[in-house]
């Protein structure tokens, strides 16, 4: 076959790659053409600790199978240094998937600083730090794709993780400004958010639910989105069992609730018609903040000329 997709040429950085789903996106990506950036601190789940075993047996992995590929031991916090690795091996860097991740959940009331902070140090700030240095070359070379990692806990919560809910939405606003930014110059980000079995739901997961969630069945798709050929630019990405879609925010048609311009609204407005406020059943996707505000200002045009065709109706009324 000849138009398998290739990345020959193309560097990826993929971070926590020692296992999970970083590890089959590293695979993946060797076996593919790319030179890949093997980044893992290989601490535990919870972010202690840490070896060079992981990241290393990844490594040998790719070489093994033909393909080319270095290790990294760095913290995502240190982004630059995982870039720099990137740079002195390979002379470039086209691919930055951010996908090292921990956990410390606790219910919110047991919840400390610290628990908060370390996920989103690890989540949240890792993934700009290594973007963030990665960003340069993107721009200089008129190519970038970036991979952000959420989770259905972000999108959906989750009892008990209240701070890796927080960061992973967190990583939504990221991609959101970012697809903007970059579009320009032909940088690309999307957000995968993941189903799969690891060592981070190996014990939430029931046994015969968890063979099925390869992290094998979600790498082509996060392959894909790393491509040239792929134009997806700013979508959340949702995959698992060999399965993928796309998720969107949608907004309810909403309710005026004031009936001209010049009065003010009642808290009473809002309980009455509380149900029009809320009611989804038209309820539609808006593609960029200035959509949103335009249709802000067209309803307000409308409340306008609502008003005026009331004091038209009134000063007629005065005549007869
Ligand atoms: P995993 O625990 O198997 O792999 C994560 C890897 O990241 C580990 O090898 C770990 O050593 C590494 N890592 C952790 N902190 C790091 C740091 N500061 N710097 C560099 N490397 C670090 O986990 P899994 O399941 O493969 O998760 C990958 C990503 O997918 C995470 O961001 C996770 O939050 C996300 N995710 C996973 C889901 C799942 O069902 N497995 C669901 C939703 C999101």
Redesign the pocket.
């Known amino acids: 076959v000849t138009n398998n997709l290739r990345f020959d040429g193309r560097v990826v950085i993929v971070?926590?790659?020692?296992?999970?789903?970083?590890?089959?996106y590293a695979l993946l990506f060797g076996s593919r053409g790319a030179s890949v950036v093997v980044?893992?601190?290989?601490?535990?789940?919870h972010?202690d600790g840490?070896s060079t075993k992981?990241?290393d047996t990844v490594v040998e992995e790719i070489r093994r199978a033909g393909g080319k590929a270095v290790a990294n031991?760095?913290?995502?916090?240190d982004g630059d240094k995982i870039v720099k690795t990137a740079i002195d091996a390979f002379g470039r860097v086209d691919i930055v998937i951010?996908?090292?991740?921990?956990?410390r959940d606790k219910s919110f009331v047991k919840m400390s600083d610290k628990d908060w902070d370390l996920i989103h140090?690890?989540?949240l700030k890792?993934s700009m730090r290594t973007t963030k240095a990665a960003w340069p070359y993107f721009r200089e070379q008129k190519f970038g794709r970036v991979i952000l990692?959420?989770?259905?806990?972000g999108l959906y919560g989750n009892f008990g993780q209240a701070n890796?809910s927080a960061a992973?939405m967190g990583l939504v606003g990221l991609a959101n400004t970012l697809a903007i930014e970059g579009v320009k110059n032909n940088i690309h980000t999307n957000v995968?958010?993941?189903?799969?079995?690891?060592?981070?739901?190996e014990d939430i997961?029931p046994p015969d639910f968890f063979e099925h969630?390869k992290?094998e069945f979600i790498a082509p798709v996060v392959a894909w989105l790393c491509h040239d050929d792929c134009m997806e630019n700013g979508s959340i990405i949702e995959s698992?069992i060999g399965w993928a879609g796309k998720c969107h925010i949608v907004r309810s048609d909403g309710f005026m609730l004031r009936k001209n311009v010049n009065d003010l609204v009642s808290p009473e407005a809002v309980r009455d018609n509380w149900s029009s406020v809320t009611n989804m059943q038209n309820a539609k996707r808006y593609g960029s903040i200035q959509e949103v505000t335009g249709e802000i200002m067209t309803t307000l045009e409308a409340l306008k000329s609502r008003e005026s065709s009331s004091q038209k109706e009134m000063i007629l009324h005065t005549k007869y």
Request: proline content about 4%; charged content about 10%.
């Open positions: 971070t926590g790659a020692g296992a999970g789903l970083g590890r089959a980044n893992d601190l290989g601490g535990s789940r972010g840490s992981v990241a031991y760095d913290n995502v916090l951010n996908n090292a991740g921990i956990l140090d690890v989540h890792g990692t959420s989770s259905n806990s890796y992973k995968i958010v993941p189903t799969a079995g690891s060592r981070l739901t997961v969630l992290p698992a």
